[in-house]
């Protein structure tokens, strides 16, 4: 497991450059580990000590680097290293860490791949962004009908050593049309002269190669996969999907969706990989569509300066009606987005949500009146609290209402429920918030201007 | 794959009562498809088609519906049925059923089932939530160190049918001390005669049942393990968490820190089986305190009633300039939680991400100020429109700084950083907001109350 006293122990032994205590060094811990640990190195450094252990070895560990600090590793390697590395990667890693790198310089390591490898990459890059193509790997175990048992484990033992995973086996045709698939543990279990053809599940659950990898992942995690089957528009297996791929398209998708609610256009790559003006441009074009809102319930108040003149204390409570009802309508997006990410909701489900939402926006804006009034009275007559109480009432009601049936309208036309960000949310509730306020105030005091 | 057309053929079976047609749906399709084709029909109907095949069947298909079909499916079995299906779940998903059956029904069910199956329960049901102990599974494959390869493939073949996961197989003594692991793999390829002492790993990476399920989430995603082993403080193996569990986990993580940053208190259950009153008083909580910081800001504007009155042209803008500052602050917030939330952040990341943040305020409110003085100047003169340009380029500044320390506060006090929801950033930079705006109008015309 890791440990802290690895890296002094690490950094002696390139002091002392003894490549024995290095290359064991290699061996003996998790790859992660050894990889979180060279981490706090110079790129030097994390070479001097990879380069003692055998290449199959420094790929394993490199490829638990992040994908950033791999693109600067490989800045300092020379061609022919970097090639050998890059022919033994497992292939989604490859095309990930390759998409990063300097297109200068991968045009010139080309080359030097091997063929195989090479036209591998290639098809692995023709696919689209966020497709399941683009996450699968090609390295898969698979078998024929005909065979035995005991033909089916001598064929993967020669497969193995170079597989991402052998705990499924897919029975393939000679046209490479995916016929059924056979778990690891059924074959182990199964007596050496049963035939393939006798004991495979013929249900295959499969993904075509252009889905999208978001339906993907939910469709792995609903059945608890380690690795589903991608075929093309023609059932030929083309490649697989492995459950690690999984847990990091989900987390992806779960960091989109809190990055727009939070009012920031999605970021590609980490926070701190992000550059400082991409990070400035995808915050700034919210905040400025929010700044025209904002000008849209100025150019509603100003109709109101009479009013604001003559019932100051309005003002007081302004930013508080406000608020109330950007906050429940912020709540009412919030659930409901992530309801909307989590489950695939019918119409049925989703008018289930809206009417429970209703009644919950009438009970809080119940309470919240309430509330209101009693603090309010403390500082203003009984007439001006009740407008508040009304107002409050109101703004909760609607802004509920809104942060309900905005996101659910979004989603209807196909687009992300999650861009009814909180910060859009209350810039909406701000406008509704103040034509509900004074006009409730005109109105209670008997007077339209 | 599902298939729309199941439901209507399977409708038909029960109404012929078609019992080898049955059976045989049963058979075909995974898993995981029968039971979200079954969801459709009564908890009599499921049934109905599920005697149908043999218990072990019956258990695996069962074990997809989610829990809360699973408490109402159970309802309606007898006993003797009810505590055969307990006995063949696995320990996990057996353990979670329980948890939320009725408890007076289970005392009853308990001594119905075998003894041994029933202390497992009784231990795994004795874990606190979220420990590692409450997710993991008994069921791990095990070998002994003095094995031969040919011996632990035995001893496999006979262990496999009831284990979760056969893909690791955890070398132990006869205190079941955790000394190293196999993957299956290398089993597969090693040479009969090697001994398992020979070629174990002995950097097993484990986890103590007490630790919190997020830590050991985020460490079996980082070593992508298909399952990781949980360990008792005396370092004996007492069971395994699989790779499903972790995508749960992970789910669940997200969705606590997307209900929190919304400003509800997190739910512990899917938002339609939460019962209206939890959902009610979950939201409430925060919006009564989030009132109480909006009377704040009442108390603060009530000092300002006479700038009101005689300068009615800043009320215009008020709500535009808490929303700048609210809005910032909120993505600040949404970025910092986010990147905290997936990363372990040391002293030295932080302080980055701060300058970082500090940066990006001052080049945001540099460009909102501009376009907010532009705007202005439609409606109102140029000394007006830079008072309100400079409150908003002061928000923006000071609500992104906020947005980004508090989380961080929060997290280093040892607390959950997105308890700074975006409706409680708001609320504070509401507070600020009118401070700046206000003070900068009455100094701008050389005024002081």
Redo the contacts between chains.
């Keep these: 497991?890791y440990d802290p006293l690895l890296l002094p122990e690490l950094r002696e032994m390139l002091l002392e450059n003894d490549a024995r205590a290095m290359r064991e060094f290699c061996e003996?811990?998790?790859a992660?580990?050894i990889a979180e640990t060279l981490d706090a190195l110079s790129n030097e450094e994390v070479w001097r000590v990879l380069s003692q252990s055998p290449l199959q070895r420094q790929v394993e560990i490199f490829e638990?680097f992040n994908l950033a600090r791999q693109v600067e590793l490989v800045t300092c390697l020379d061609k022919p290293h970097l090639s050998a590395l890059l022919e033994v990667m497992a292939p989604d890693d490859r095309v990930d860490l390759i998409k990063n790198m300097d297109q200068a310089q991968v045009e010139l390591l080309m080359p030097l791949i091997a063929q195989a490898e090479r036209s591998d990459i290639r098809k692995l890059l023709s696919y689209p962004e966020h497709s399941a193509g683009s996450i699968m790997t090609t390295e898969y175990a698979s078998l024929r009908e005909d065979m035995t048992v005991l033909d089916a484990?001598g064929q993967?033992?020669s497969q193995?050593?170079n597989r991402e995973t052998?705990?499924y086996l897919y029975v393939l045709d000679d046209a490479r049309h995916l016929h059924g698939f056979v778990s690891?543990?059924k074959l182990?279990?199964a007596r050496p002269e049963t035939l393939v053809t006798e004991m495979m599940?013929?249900?295959?659950?499969?993904v075509r190669v252009d889905e999208d990898q978001e339906v993907v992942a939910k469709k792995m995690?609903?059945?608890?996969f380690?690795a589903m089957p991608v075929v093309d528009d023609q059932g030929r297996l083309v490649g697989i999907i492995t459950?690690?791929d999984?847990?990091d398209v989900?987390?992806q998708e779960?960091?989109e969706?809190?990055?727009r609610?939070?009012?920031?256009e999605p970021?590609q790559d980490?926070?701190?990989s992000t550059p400082?003006v991409t990070?400035?441009w995808k915050?700034?074009i919210?905040?400025?569509l929010?700044?025209v809102?904002?000008?849209g319930?100025?150019e509603l108040?100003?109709r109101f300066?009479e009013t604001?003149?003559r019932f100051?204390?309005l003002?007081?409570?302004?930013?508080?009606v406000?608020?109330?009802g950007?906050?429940?309508g912020?709540?009412s997006?919030?659930?409901?987005?992530?309801?909307l990410a989590?489950?695939d909701m019918g119409r049925h489900?989703q008018y289930?949500?809206l009417r429970?939402e209703v009644?919950?926006g009438m009970?809080?804006g119940a309470?919240?009146a309430s509330?209101?009034f009693c603090?309010a009275l403390i500082?203003i007559p009984m007439l001006n609290a009740s407008i508040l109480a009304g107002a409050v009432a109101l703004v909760?009601m609607l802004g509920t209402v809104n942060g309900t049936l905005l996101p659910m309208a979004l989603r209807s036309l196909g687009m992300d429920p999650a861009i009814m960000s909180?910060?859009l949310i209350?810039?909406l509730s701000?406008m509704l918030g103040?034509m509900i306020y004074y006009n409730l105030a005109l109105f209670a005091v008997g007077n339209t201007l």
Excluded: C
């Design positions: 497991m003996v811990f998790h992660g580990v638990y484990l993967l033992r193995a050593p052998i705990y690891l543990r182990i279990l599940d013929r249900d295959v659950i499969s995690a609903r059945y608890d380690i459950h690690d999984v847990l989900l987390q779960a960091t969706d809190v990055h609610m939070g009012g920031v970021l980490a926070y701190l400082f990070l400035a915050r700034g919210w905040l400025v929010l700044l809102a904002g000008l319930t100025a108040l100003e300066d604001t003149k100051a204390w003002v007081r409570f302004l930013p508080l406000l608020a109330s950007g906050n429940a912020s709540q997006a919030t659930l409901v987005i992530r309801a989590l489950g489900v289930r949500i429970r009644a919950t009970a809080l309470v919240m509330l209101a603090f500082d909760v909180n910060p209350a810039s701000d103040v």
